[in-house]
Every structure is written in structure tokens, then in C-alpha cells.
């Protein structure tokens, strides 16, 4: 496989993640949970999908995966680049390893939603790193992230959505 996955500018990079921020917004204006992923192509600039948050098991980034998977051949999946709002859980993760899609930036890390999150129902978030499940794996996928700069920025879109033990969405 080609490792020809982007090297994002700074300015690139902080794009991205505020678009998938606001990608996330739009989710949690539907009543789900604030996670949103885009799909970089190979430029480094062209958004090829979007997702937001479904539902706990719909996670933004697992359906982001399947649906390109779906549209493009794996072989250009892996000069692609996902961009995720939160590092991605290992359900996700697994589903990204198996799309191919060579390259991961997210913002904020597992142990940032966690502190957010707390043992909220709807979120029981699992202590496995991304890379720590990746690892384990025969392709050798990049992970960029956290993105220190974004993180307050990215904490701040869920800090009152998980607040309430109620059920969302």
C-alpha cells in the first residue's frame, strides 16, 4: 500500500478540525451526541463526506468509513486522511483499519471525552487509545493527534450536552 497520506498545514489542519466541530454542532442541534468526521482527499484540501454522530452505536467516524468504503476503492482510501473532533473509540478505529483509509487527525483525546463524559449512560467510554489498537494491526496507519490548540475549542462544543444523565437522541 502507498503511504502518500497528506502532511497537513497548520492552517490546514485547524480547517479541517473546526469543520468537523461544526459538523458536530449540526449533530447535537439534531439531539445527538456532538461528534462529527470529514473524509480529506489526497490533496490535503478537498472534503469528500461529512458525517455527525447517529446514535451510540452509529459513531461519526465508524459510518464515515463504511460509506466511503462503499464509494471509493481501498487503494485511495489509503492516501485519504479522517478527521475526527475526538479521537476515535476502538469500535471506529477497527472500522477505519478495515476501510483503509492511511491516515487519522483527531482533536481531542479518549481521556478528554471521558472527563466530559464521566459514566454517563449514553457514553461508556472505553480506555484504549487509538494507536494501542492500531498497533496490533498489519498496516501501518498515521495518527495525528491531540491537537493541544483545538482541544479547548472542540472540549467546549459537548461541555453542557453531557451534563444531564437523561438519555440523547
Given amino acids: ?3 502518500t497520506q497528506p502532511s497537513f498545514t497548520p492552517d490546514q489542519l485547524h480547517r479541517h478540525l473546526l469543520r ?11 439531539g445527538r451526541h456532538p461528534f462529527g468526521a470529514l473524509l480529506v482527499a489526497p490533496d490535503g484540501e478537498t472534503v469528500l463526506a461529512e458525517q455527525g454522530n447517529i446514535d451510540t452505536v452509529h459513531h461519526a467516524e465508524a459510518t464515515l468509513a463504511r460509506t466511503v468504503s462503499l464509494t471509493y476503492p481501498a487503494s485511495y482510501l489509503w ?14 478505529t477497527g472500522t477505519i483499519y478495515w476501510a483503509h483509509i492511511g491516515h487519522i487527525v483527531y482533536g ?5 471525552l ?11 467510554t472505553l480506555s484504549l487509545p487509538c494507536r494501542d489498537v492500531l498497533v496490533r494491526g498489519q498496516k501501518p496507519i498515521r495518527v495525528t493527534g491531540p ?15 453531557w451534563r444531564h444523565p437523561a438519555s440523547h437522541g
Avoid at 79 to 90: D, G, I, R, Y
Fill in 1 to 3: 500500500m502507498l503511504t
Fill in 108 to 112: 481531542a483525546s479518549e481521556e478528554a
Fill in 20 to 30: 468537523a466541530d461544526d459538523v458536530a454542532r449540526r449533530a447535537m442541534g439534531m
Fill in 147 to 161: 491537537i493541544p490548540e483545538l482541544t479547548t475549542q472542540l472540549v467546549d462544543t459537548h461541555r453542557d450536552f
Fill in 79 to 92: 492516501q485519504c486522511t479522517l478527521v475526527t473532533t475526538f479521537e476515535p473509540c476502538a469500535m471506529c
Fill in 114 to 124: 471521558l472527563a466530559l463524559t464521566g459514566n454517563h449512560p449514553d457514553n461508556p
